[in-house]
T-cell receptor, first 113, second 114 residues
């Protein structure tokens, strides 16, 4: 069925550490993946995306890795800051002709000063 | 602010009442999406508009739910005869016409049905 799951529901790190958030996706035909950050009481905020013809994409302090062989997606955050504390969702595209995003349940990232 | 806006931000209603939420997308975005999010879960797709046409509806969208986008700009989501199970955050997102246009989300409307 349609599902996007996360291995770790909560990740606690120290400020300055690198964080890695993992995600397993179910649909081998998914062609587009996105990471969103959601702070309490707010809507999801776009972080970074990657298409299925890539295996790595870098942004500012963030890197997304895609392993299609094992249907695994990860988000790496370098030099994690307290402001990075939030729930992180991965999503995969189930749509054809438009983006029908299927989200996982999220991983809470807690950054201690 | 030129992001997606939603109104109201919070709504408390009694079971059986009708409620309507509004979403104003980013101005140049012709694609608009509605999602529902319950506590501790990721957003779930409800429906999709391209301009004024509603092109996709999830089976989550029961007959009590209706969404419109009459002029291809703002959209409304109405829930009739609300039930306690409708309590959730209702999120709107919009994206540009490009095939890989990113979906940008609004702040959401939190609905509580008593």
């Amino acid at each position: 069925g349609e599902s996007v799951g996360l291995h770790l529901p909560t990740l606690s790190v120290q400020e300055g550490d690198n964080s890695i958030i993992n995600c397993a996706y179910s649909n081998s035909a998914s062609d587009y993946f996105i990471w969103y950050k959601q702070e309490s009481g707010k809507g999801p905020q776009f972080i970074i995306d990657i298409r299925s013809n890539m295996d790595k994409r870098q942004g500012q302090r963030v890197t997304v890795l895609l392993n299609k062989t094992v249907k695994h997606l990860s988000l790496q955050i370098a030099a994690t800051q307290p402001g990075d504390s939030a729930v992180y969702f991965c999503a995969e595209n189930f749509g054809t002709g438009f983006q029908k995003l299927v989200f996982g349940t999220g991983t809470r990232l807690l950054v201690s000063p | 602010d030129t992001g997606v806006s939603q109104d109201p931000r919070h709504k408390i209603t009694k079971r059986g009442q009708n409620v309507t939420f509004r979403c104003d997308p980013i101005s140049e975005h012709n694609r608009l999406y509605w999602y529902r999010q319950t506590l501790g879960q990721g957003p779930e797709f409800l429906t999709y508009f391209q301009n004024e046409a509603q092109l996709e509806k999830s089976r989550l969208l029961s007959d009590r739910f209706s969404a419109e986008r009459p002029k291809g700009s703002f959209s409304t989501l109405e829930i009739q005869r609300t039930e306690q199970g409708d309590s959730a955050m209702y999120l709107c997102a919009s994206s540009s016409p490009r095939p890989w246009g990113t979906q940008y989300f609004g702040p959401g409307t939190r609905l509580l049905v008593l």
